[in-house]
């Protein structure tokens, strides 16, 4: 029987490091991505590893296209705005809680934005299996584009759209995303700033943030991204 908190749990207590050397990394794991009919869009980063120390952060999408991102962790530029940011209406920090209702049911909470949210998330018997070959391919899989390429083919048929596990970033940085394990959103409720988002969808074109798509349809994955660094770039201090 799937119990997420334990399996999130186990998977990344374990010490982080790079998959490679000359990265910048995170380890970890989130909702990808979350559309509602009301045009709103929220995403999920909780990573205990990364190049530049452990970070939460909350993504939204306005109806009208507007993102933002919101950091808990010690940097706003050493998180996902780091890489995302430049698509952003808004960056800045927050305090996330996370509570498990039960094996697959998470709470999330924010304090400003005023967030309320929770999802359910599931595994049909088809993702176990790719869940269980995934885990045993090496990180080495991640580097030819045919193996990269075949993954994106299996995300579509679970009706995630049309997702680039590489390319460039808003920020310029190239990066590859390897979620190891994948899990579909059943049910979720929110509100943000006390509006209802009302039901979730599924969507005929992904969303967007600074042309990165996102999933069509709701996706908790556990995994790692990594990016190239710019050769100007500076680099904020763990």
């Not at 996370?98 to 998470?106: P, Y």
């Not at 979620?179 to 009302?198: C, E, H, I, S, Y």
């Amino acid at each position: 029987m799937l119990n997420l908190p334990v399996l999130l749990s186990a998977w990344t207590s374990a010490s982080g490091q790079p998959p490679w050397p000359d990265v910048e990394y995170v380890k970890g794991w989130g909702i990808f991505g979350l559309p509602f009919e009301s045009g709103h869009v929220l995403a999920l980063r909780v990573f205990p590893h990364s190049s530049f120390g452990p970070y939460r952060t909350v993504w939204h999408r306005d109806p009208g296209g507007g993102w933002s991102i919101h950091v808990d962790g010690p940097e706003v530029d050493s998180a996902c705005p780091r890489y995302y940011g430049a698509a952003c209406d808004h960056t800045g920090r927050a305090h996330i809680a996370l509570a498990w209702v039960d094996r697959v049911t998470l709470r999330i909470t924010m304090d400003d934005p005023a967030l309320e949210w929770t999802v359910t998330a599931s595994q049909p018997p088809s993702l176990a299996v790719l869940n269980a070959a995934g885990a045993r391919l090496p990180l080495a899989s991640w580097r030819p584009a045919a193996l990269l390429h075949a993954r994106e083919v299996m995300a579509r048929a679970l009706g995630m759209g049309r997702l680039q596990l590489s390319g460039t970033m808003p920020s310029g940085h190239r990066g590859t995303l390897m979620p190891q394990r994948m899990f579909l959103v059943d049910k979720a409720q929110a509100t943000w700033n006390d509006v209802d988002l009302g039901p979730t969808t599924r969507l005929r074109d992904n969303p967007t943030i600074g042309g990165v798509a996102l999933p069509a349809r709701g996706v908790l994955a556990m995994g790692q991204a990594v990016w190239d660094p710019l050769p100007s770039a500076v680099t904020p201090s763990p």
